[in-house]
């Protein structure tokens, strides 16, 4: 059974940093290219960041791009989210994502997320 | 940055279809994807490339994409169908749907 299992979410002041954590499992992670997904409280969704399987080609949202960093270790089946000078309108559920191998557009399987809220 | 736009909210009755549009430039030329989130659940994906259903999903959810616009049609509507859907293409980042809230009165 494919699992992602997000962690590290929590309260932090603006300013801070924050490390979240995806562990992937009943799959070969190491063959799929993986997200991060936000969701602000009663809004919609909103894409954060991409990395390939291996690693080598990364993308970010503009709202996000020098503040956070994706990462995987393919050895641990795990994707992380380097989240630094964090805002309050970074509240929200983080979500991992699994891009899915039969489709050029789309995310076969999600973790439950991690609620970051930012404030003081 | 590109943009995709639904309607904020659909209603429909039971057993009718409901229509979901999703606008976007040129979106025909991209693929598009849907999925399905109930509240206080993980998104679910119901459509990929266009028109197709991953495994377990109802034959009553359909898609298509042309011109600007991709639609998901829900035939046959039940209640447990309430929920958002948010469309997603790729235009040099990943980009998601404004969201649209069905209803089934």
């Known amino acids: 059974e494919v699992q992602l299992v997000e962690s590290g979410g929590g309260l932090e002041q603006p300013g801070g940093s924050l490390r979240l954590s995806c562990a992937a499992s009943?799959?070969?992670?190491?063959?799929?290219?993986m997200n991060w997904v936000r969701q602000a409280p009663g809004k919609g969704l909103e894409w954060v960041s991409y990395?390939?399987?291996?690693?080598?080609?990364?993308y970010y949202a503009d709202s996000v791009k020098g503040r956070f960093t994706i990462s995987r270790d393919n050895a641990k089946n795990s994707l992380y989210l380097q989240m630094n000078s964090l805002r309050a309108e970074d509240t929200a559920v983080y979500y991992c994502?699994?891009?899915?191998?039969?489709?050029?557009?789309?995310?076969?399987?999600w973790g439950q997320g991690t609620l970051v809220t930012v404030s003081s | 940055s590109y943009e995709l736009t639904q309607p904020p909210s659909v209603s429909v009755s039971p057993g009718q279809t409901a229509s979901i549009t999703c606008s976007g430039d040129?979106?025909?030329?991209?693929?598009a994807c849907w999925y399905q989130q109930k509240p206080g659940q993980s998104p679910v994906l119901v459509i990929y490339?266009?028109?197709k259903r991953p495994s377990g999903i109802s034959e009553r959810f359909s898609g298509s994409n042309s011109g600007n616009t991709a639609t998901l049609t829900i035939s046959g509507t039940q209640a447990m169908d309430e929920a958002d859907y948010y469309c997603?293409?790729?235009?040099?980042?990943?980009?998601f749907g404004t969201g649209t809230k069905v209803t089934v009165l």
């Open positions: 994502a699994r891009d899915s191998l039969d489709s050029s557009v789309g995310c076969d399987y």
């Open positions: 009943g799959f070969s992670f190491s063959r799929y290219e």
């Open positions: 990395i390939t399987n291996g690693g080598s080609t990364i």
């Open positions: 040129k979106l025909g030329d991209k693929s």
């Open positions: 490339e266009d028109t």
């Open positions: 997603q293409a790729w235009d040099s980042s990943y980009v």
